[in-house]
């Protein structure tokens, strides 16, 4: 039997192993999938390059997570690809000083990206049981500059609007009407429009002198925006 002082040596030496692997994995990925693509926003590839995205998917998953593709995260949901992340992002211009409000929580990855650059991030997520279990993750990673909130996200969170920018990682029907009257003279939002069990196309929105300019850009696949039973028809 080994000594005890070998094993942990062992384990120890595993794990730093494990952790450098993830790290090249990681910096592969924004080589790769982003910068020899079309990111160019230097706040964004920071970001991606830091926010250790394996912990943010299942044991079962994590050898996986620097792939380009989305992956399961339970409860019916998944976890963007990180090219869509990382667009979706630079297609806001995030600021230091801004304050994001994001529909979708999910695996809390898209928030804990933006938490890297902004100031403040309100995420809102409707099933009950995933919204608590990354909120114990954020908790746990040191992003105390992330709400999370259970609830609608088509309401928004009045609360703390208006928000500089907004991102809806959910497939809508429409551009919920709360969402943009949250949003800040000179602000951005990007939201997936379209019918869940189809092709989406993701919409960029810009509000000016009160007026809401709307651009399409590309084709993408999200889950549906879900809403409480309550606010179906509200």
């Known amino acids: 039997m080994k000594p005890l002082f070998s094993i942990l040596i062992t384990l120890w030496v595993s794990l730093i192993n494990m952790i450098q692997d993830y790290d090249n994995l990681r910096n592969n990925m924004v080589h790769m999938q982003l910068e020899a693509r079309d990111i160019s926003h230097q ?24 792939e380009d593709n989305p992956l399961p995260i339970g409860y019916n949901q998944t976890i963007s690809q990180p090219y869509i992340v990382a667009s979706m992002t630079q297609l806001l211009e995030p600021n230091k ?85 949250q949003l800040k003279e000179g602000g951005k939002m990007i939201i997936p429009v379209g019918s869940p069990s189809e092709v989406q196309t993701l919409i960029l929105l810009q509000k000016r002198n009160g007026k809401i300019t709307k651009t399409k850009l590309i084709q993408v696949r999200f889950v549906p925006l879900t809403r409480s039973r309550e606010n179906k028809n509200s």
């Open 43 to 66: 706040p964004t590839l920071e970001a991606m390059r830091k926010v250790e995205r394996h912990l943010f998917v299942p044991s079962q998953y994590q050898r996986r997570a620097y």
């Open 97 to 181: 000083d801004d304050c994001v409000l994001e529909i979708g929580t999910g695996s809390g990855y898209q928030a804990a990206v933006l938490a890297e650059i902004v100031k403040e991030v309100y995420t809102i997520e409707i099933v009950k049981d995933l919204g608590e279990r990354t909120k114990k993750l954020m908790h746990t990673l040191g992003y105390n500059n992330v709400t999370v909130i259970i609830g609608d996200g088509y309401k928004g969170f009045e609360a703390k609007a208006p928000f500089d920018a907004i991102i809806v990682t959910a497939a809508s029907k429409e551009i919920p009407p709360p969402l943009i009257k």
